[in-house]
Nanobody
Framework: QVQLVESGGGLVQPGGSLRLSCVAS????????LGWYRQAPGKQRELVAT???????KYEDSVKGRFTISRDSAKFTVNLQMNSLRPEDTAVYYC????????????????WGQGTQVTVSS
């Protein structure tokens, strides 16, 4: 049974930083593709960052240069370092593991974490 657990969310002032972690259990391989998504109130869930099994990363335009996705394969963990946070980054952040790629775009699997709230406010 695959389980994903996110952590690291919280309240931060604009310009601040947070580091989210997604720990996976039940996956066969330590190397898995993963996507970080977020959903703000009243909005659709959007893809923020992905990392492929080969280590290639992609970012949604609004977070490029501010967010960094990385893997700690020994710990079955993928992190999302978020710097220079803005109020518009406020959302519940979810991780999705073991998705696939179609035409270079990450397609989520059925494995989702429970989400972690990120609030950026002064």
């Amino acid at each position: 049974q695959v389980q994903l657990v996110e952590s690291g969310g919280g309240l931060v002032q604009p310009g601040g930083s947070l580091r989210l972690s997604c720990v996976a259990s039940g996956l066969i391989s330590r190397i898995f593709a993963l996507g970080w998504y977020r959903q703000a109130p009243g909005k659709q869930r959007e893809l923020v960052a992905t990392i492929s099994t080969a280590g290639s990363t992609k970012y949604e335009d609004s977070v490029k240069g501010r967010f960094t996705i990385s893997r700690d394969s020994a710990k079955f963990t993928v992190n999302l370092q978020m710097n220079s946070l803005r109020p518009e980054d406020t959302a519940v952040y979810y991780c999705n593991a073991a998705g696939t790629y179609q035409s270079g775009t990450y397609v989520p699997s059925g494995y989702w974490g429970q989400g972690t709230q990120v609030t950026v406010s002064s």
